[in-house]
DNA sequence: GATGCTTACGATACCCGTAAAGATA
DNA sequence: TATCTTTACGGGTATCGTAAGCATC
C-alpha cells in the first residue's frame, strides 16, 4: 500500500470510475493508475470495484467502508504537511476563503484588511461561487474556509459556526408608493414583481417560506447572484427588490430607497464552514477570529475533528 | 511521504530514539532507518527530531504534533488491511486476547469455549500478563481485546467496558479458628498474615484501600501473581489468603474453605478494553459481545473511534 | 573501545510512461 | 468508430543492504 494507490482510489470515486480522468486529475498515465488499483486490490486480497467486463462501474462493499478510511489517511497526510509549514514558516502560506458574493463584498472587506495587515506574506485567495460550490471545494481541500449563509450548515462532513445575523430589505426606487405606507405587509410586497437572488442563495429560501406560510403568492420576475445586479434591474424598473440589508447603503446607491422588513422574513445567519478533519495553518484560525471574537483556535478545532 | 517513512518515525520514539533497535525491529537496516529520516525531514523542511552530534535525543515540537497524525495513518493503514481479511474470509483469522491469569483461568473459559465452537478457524491466542503490559500490548497493537480488573480504565487511548463484577474472598485451611466467627470482620483478618496478589492485580488496590480506610495494618507476608499459587502456599500454612471469589470452589479445592467477605471490601469490576481507533474483525466483536450480551459491535465502535 | 549514526556504493525492485492490443458503448 | 481499460516493455529512479568512516559515551 502506498500514497498513490490511495490517491488514485479517492480520485476515482470523486472521477465517477473514469480512470482517464483520474489519471489526467494526478498528473499520471491511465496505464499507471489501473495497474495501481489492481495491485492493491491484490495485495488486499479485494475487489474494491464493481466491473462489468473491463469499464468500472462502482464501490464493492469493502471498498465502500475502505474509502472512509483513505480518506482520512490522506487527509492526515496533508495535515502533516501543514504543520510543517505550520513550523518553517509561521506566517507565510496560502489561505483560500471560499464565498458568495454577498458575503466578499460586504461582509468580509474589513476582515480581509485587518487580516492582511497582520498577515502580510500569507496569499489570501478569494474564491467566488455559489453555497453548493464552496461546499464542494470544502471537501475537495480546495478551501480552507467557507463563508455562505446557506448549505454549509447541513453538510455533516462540514463544522460550521455563525458568523453574524441579517435581516432582508426591499429596495425600492424614489418616489415609489411604497415609501408612504407605513409598517410594510407581504401582501403589499406581493402586489410588485419583485427582483432578487437565485435559489439556494443568500437567504432566498427565507423569502419564500415567509410568502408560502402566508399563503401568498409572489411573483418573482428575475434572480440574480448578487445585490449589485438586483440594484441594477430595479433602477430599470423591473420591480423592487429584496436584498440582505447590510448591501444598501441609501448614501452610497444613489436613487435606491431601503425598506425595513425584518418583521416579514425570518432572521438570516451566515456561517463560516471548515472541512472535518482538516488542519488549519494558525493564520487561518486568526482569520476565523478576526470574523468573530468567539470563534478562538481550540473552539473551531473542537468542532472539526474528524472521529469517522 | 511514505510508509515506510511513518512506520519508522513511529517505532523511532517506541523504541526510545535509538535507531539500531529500530531496524531490527522493523527488519531493515540502520542505514536506511537513518536516510529515511533525513529525508522525510528535508521534504517536510522541518527537523522532527533533536539531535546531539549524531545521537537523537528527542522530538522537536513539530515532531510531536506531527506524532499523532502519524499515529492515526498507520492504525487506519491497519484498518484498511482488517476490512480486506473481514471480507475476503469472513470466519478465518486470528484474535489477541491479552489478559490477567484470574480472567484467563476462572471467567474466560466458558466464552473461549463458545468462541471456539462459532468460529472454529479462527486462531485464539491468549496473552497472559500483567494490567500495565496488557495495557501496552493493546497500544502497540499486538492484541486486539485486553481483559484485566485494573489499569484498563485509567488509559486515555483504550476504550473499556465492564466485563462482570466481583468479589474477594477469604480462604482458610481446614479447622481454621475463623471458621468459627460469624461475620467475619477486618480486624480478625488482620490478625492473620495473609497472601494475596501482587500490587497492581486482581483487585488488590481495593484489597488496601478498605485496611487503609480502617486505619488497620495488614501482614501481608506473601504476594502472588495468581489465585493458585496463593491457594498453594495458604495450604501450606504460611497464612489466609484474599483471592477472587470465583477463583475458589470448595468442591474442586479440598482442603480448602472460602469466607464471604463482600461486606469487607469494595466491588471490583473486571473490564474488556480496546486500542480506540482500532478497527477489529467482526468476530473480534462477537467476542466481545459473548462475554456480555450488552457489548455489541455498535456499542464498541461508538466508543472506541478515534477523534484525536 | 563499544555503541550508535552517517555516508558511499552497487544490486535489486518498483514506478512511470509510451505504445499496442483488447473491450465496451 | 470512439472511448476506455488492460497488457507489454523499456528507461529511470528509489530503496535496500553491506561495508566503511566517524561521533559519542
Redesign the pocket.
Known amino acids: 500500500m ?1 500514497f ?2 490511495l490517491r488514485i482510489i479517492r480520485e ?1 470515486v470523486r472521477r465517477d ?7 489526467n486529475s ?14 492493491l486490490e491484490s495485495e488486499l486480497g479485494v475487489e474494491l ?1 464493481y ?7 462502482g464501490m464493492t462493499e469493502p471498498g465502500k467502508e475502505m474509502l472512509r478510511y483513505v480518506e482520512r489517511m490522506l487527509l492526515d497526510a496533508a495535515n502533516i504537511k501543514n504543520i510543517a509549514e505550520q513550523y518553517s514558516q509561521q506566517d507565510e502560506g496560502q489561505l483560500t476563503v471560499a464565498t458568495t458574493h454577498t458575503q466578499a463584498r460586504y461582509a468580509l472587506p474589513a476582515v480581509v484588511v485587518e487580516f492582511k495587515r497582520r498577515y502580510p506574506r500569507v496569499h489570501l485567495k478569494l474564491h467566488q461561487g455559489s453555497p453548493v460550490e464552496i461546499a464542494s471545494l470544502l471537501l475537495a481541500g480546495e478551501a480552507d474556509i467557507g463563508v455562505a449563509t446557506e448549505t454549509l450548515g447541513d453538510v455533516p462532513e462540514l463544522a460550521s459556526f455563525p458568523y453574524y445575523r441579517w435581516h432582508h430589505a426591499v429596495i425600492v426606487t424614489e418616489g415609489h408608493p411604497l415609501l408612504t405606507v407605513g409598517k410594510l405587509t407581504l401582501q403589499q410586497i406581493a402586489d410588485y414583481p419583485i427582483v432578487t437572488y437565485h435559489e439556494g442563495f443568500t437567504g432566498r429560501s427565507v423569502i419564500e417560506k415567509s410568502f408560502r406560510d402566508a399563503g401568498i403568492k409572489a411573483d418573482i420576475v428575475l434572480s440574480a447572484l448578487d445585490a449589485d445586479v438586483i440594484k441594477s434591474y430595479v433602477m430599470l424598473g423591473m420591480g423592487i427588490g429584496i436584498v440582505a440589508s447590510v448591501s444598501v447603503d441609501e448614501q452610497r446607491d444613489p436613487g435606491i430607497r431601503k425598506l425595513d422588513c425584518s418583521h416579514l422574513f425570518a432572521e438570516n445567519t451566515s456561517r463560516i464552514a471548515v472541512h472535518k478533519g482538516h488542519l488549519l495553518r494558525r493564520f487561518a484560525y486568526q482569520f476565523i477570529e478576526m470574523c468573530s471574537a468567539e470563534l478562538t483556535e481550540e473552539t473551531v478545532k473542537a468542532e472539526s475533528t474528524h472521529d469517522l
Do not use: D
Not at 51 to 57: I, P
Open positions: 502506498n498513490q494507490q476515482t470510475f473514469n480512470l482517464t480522468e483520474v489519471a494526478l498528473y499520471t498515465s491511465q496505464s499507471g493508475v489501473s495497474k495501481h488499483i489492481k495491485e470495484f466491473r462489468k467486463g473491463k469499464r468500472l462501474l
